[in-house]
């Protein structure tokens, strides 16, 4: 049989404990704030931009950047980032210009990056599609001998898919260096976790693949990252993935196409929107005596001034040629295409 860690029934706390984590000082406390802070500051004028007809479709993850933050600062450089649509910024933390990311979403080629300059695979849309990709990533770097490990991002509704199963029992056969992060904000657009599983907690999943899996307070960016360190260390010592349920609660709607007043207990998103995580890490922050107004000030004047420059370059880049679209597609246009759209 099968030996698995147990599961954490109880959320991993670090913010409310008031703990101290090994290695986590003054430098790293501000750092992660700094990551928190760039993120928010590109959501929040992602949607503005979005408002103003100048980007398409755009999925938000307000009240989502502890979980981004704090894991992907576990990591190392050469450890490999899979993101859903959420965490469609996630490569900013890895030096990626705003100007990408917002091309992506504006659907033009310059939002396409290769993956390997960054280790930060391309943003997947298709609902867990990724898993397998980065299992495959992990076992091919098991297999050469290398440290590194992946992590992929997913959702609780993700947890429902084939592919997410696939990805995650495969991973845990070869025992890959894998971390599965699962954000779960408790809705799949409008549908409720009640409905997605009948599971108690989407961790105890883990346990039937032979996996340990541990639950997480998503809105606790150093419980998020004490978590995802020890599964990058167990990846690092061969013992296999990770599943890391993160528990936060859907405070935005899902996407700018969404209107959630539809489904949603407004009560609870405003509930959650006063704990809501850049918030309650300032706070902490500023407990300790490491944050106050200027500080706060300069690095959101930063924030904003990179974004800024941001939306400055994605102005100023010349619209795509449409033909693009059909470049790799046909060998010999069909005669309607020809005669309708390329010269
Ligand atoms: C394979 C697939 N099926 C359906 C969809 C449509 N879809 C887009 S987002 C979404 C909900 C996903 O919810 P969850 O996994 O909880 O992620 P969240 O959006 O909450 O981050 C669905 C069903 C899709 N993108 N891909
Ligand atoms: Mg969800």
């Known amino acids: 049989m099968a030996q698995v860690a147990q599961g954490d029934p109880e959320l991993r706390r670090v913010i409310d404990e008031d703990r101290e984590l090994d290695g986590v000082g003054e430098q790293e406390l501000l750092d992660l704030y700094r990551s ?45 980032i899979f993101p859903s649509y959420r965490e469609s910024a996630i490569g900013l933390l890895r030096g990626m210009p705003p100007s990408t990311v917002l091309h992506w979403w504006r659907g033009h080629p310059a939002g396409w990056w290769s993956p390997a300059d960054y280790n930060v695979a391309s943003i997947c ?16 770097k098991k297999l050469k001998g290398e440290p590194a490990c992946a992590i992929a991002y997913f959702g609780d509704g993700a947890t429902s898919e084939g592919a997410f199963h696939e ?8 025992q890959a260096p894998l971390i ?24 105890d999943k883990a346990v039937g693949y032979g996996m340990p899996g541990v639950r997480v307070d998503g809105g606790d960016v150093l419980a998020v990252f004490e978590v995802t360190r020890e599964a990058v260390d167990r990846a690092r010592a061969g013992e296999g993935p990770t599943f890391i349920e993160s528990v936060t609660y859907r405070a935005a709607p899902h996407a700018t196409a969404d209107d959630p007043r539809a ?11 006063k704990n809501e995580c850049l918030g309650r890490y300032e706070r902490y922050l ?13 690095v959101k004047a930063e924030a904003a001034a990179a974004m800024r420059a941001g939306i400055a370059a994605v102005e100023a880049e010349p619209e795509p040629d449409p033909e693009l679209v059909f470049e790799h597609a046909y060998v010999f246009p069909p005669p309607n295409l020809r005669e309708g759209w390329l010269t």
Not at 167 to 174: C, E, L, P, R
Not at 289 to 296: C, I, P, Q, R, V
């Open 36 to 80: 928190m802070v760039l993120l928010r500051t590109y959501d929040e004028r992602s949607l503005v931009y979005h408002r103003q007809g100048r980007i398409g479709t755009y999925a938000i993850f307000w009240n989502h950047e502890a979980m981004q933050a704090g894991s992907v600062y576990a990591l190392a450089d050469e450890d490999w």
């Open 125 to 140: 849309v298709p609902i867990g599609t990724h898993v397998p990709h980065a299992a495959g990533l992990a076992w091919g």
């Open 167 to 174: 990805g995650a029992n495969f991973a845990a056969v070869m």
């Open 180 to 203: 599965l992060f699962c954000n779960n904000n408790q809705w799949a657009i409008s549908t409720p976790l009640s409905v997605q599983t009948h599971a108690e907690t989407l961790a």
């Open 263 to 273: 489904y949603v207990d407004l009560a609870r998103v405003e509930a959650e929107k």
């Open 286 to 298: 500023r407990k300790l005596g490491l944050l106050g107004d200027d500080l706060e000030a300069e």
